[in-house]
């Protein structure tokens, strides 16, 4: 089972074709669109199948009749690969409603033959979708092992208690690495020293990479800025608070410090 992600339909593919309908930020997968006057972006190629995106106007009738799913619902109820494609598919099409006109002269633009790209047809500026960088990362304190700690936080805006890995975006001009000492200095007044890179995510909430990271304390007490964070401590592998589900990098983080340790 398997996500190909493309620009452009393959000549030579022969085989069924699948619609991820995108009603605001939700979607609804069927056998065929549910309007062939809708505007519609090829996604690549899922388990043999050619996978479009179809932007569902504001106003026009609920093609799922209520049964469109936001990612996070969707994710639980397809295959991974399946939520990756669709993911897919809402950044697109996101991208395409918000660059209709050229931002720099303001014409009209058109997509582009042969690449993801929006062209304008007065000056030529070429626009690509929209990427997020930000990184993620799992602080830890003291010597590998049983006793070692894991710094987790909670985000200002959270509606439930959980407790996840510090993230931000990246700054022009940034590093990755530099990005994550300047995050956690930043949302919880630590400094922390050797950011190892672990993975990343993509995460179309609403245009994000997540990169994930570990980093080591090297001093300070934690200060929350009560604009991003209600609160933060340090846990043992042992008395963990709630944590994110499995959608996300950050639980692979965590899980895999937990594995680390026994």
Known sequence: MTFRPLNVLPADHDGEH?????IGASVFVDDRPADDGWDAHFVGIVDGHAWWAVDVPDGADDPSYGAALDLRAFFGRAPEHHWLAAGRGVQVVEWARTHRFCGRCGTPTELAAG???IRCPACGLLSFPRLAPAMITLVTRGEPGPDQEALLARGVQWTVPMYSCLAGFVEPGESLEAAVVREVAEEVGIEVVD???VGSQPWPFPNSLMIGFTATYASGEIVCDPTEIADAGWYRRDDL???P????I????IDDW???GT
């Not at 699948?18 to 995108?22: A, F, L, P, T």
């Open 18 to 22: 699948r619609y991820v309908h995108v």
């Open 115 to 117: 690449e993801r790209a």
């Open 195 to 197: 950011p190892r890179y």
């Open 241 to 243: 608070p709630m944590i």
């Open 245 to 248: 589900p499995g959608i996300s």
């Open 250 to 253: 950050a639980r692979r983080l």
């Open 258 to 260: 937990v594995r680390s």
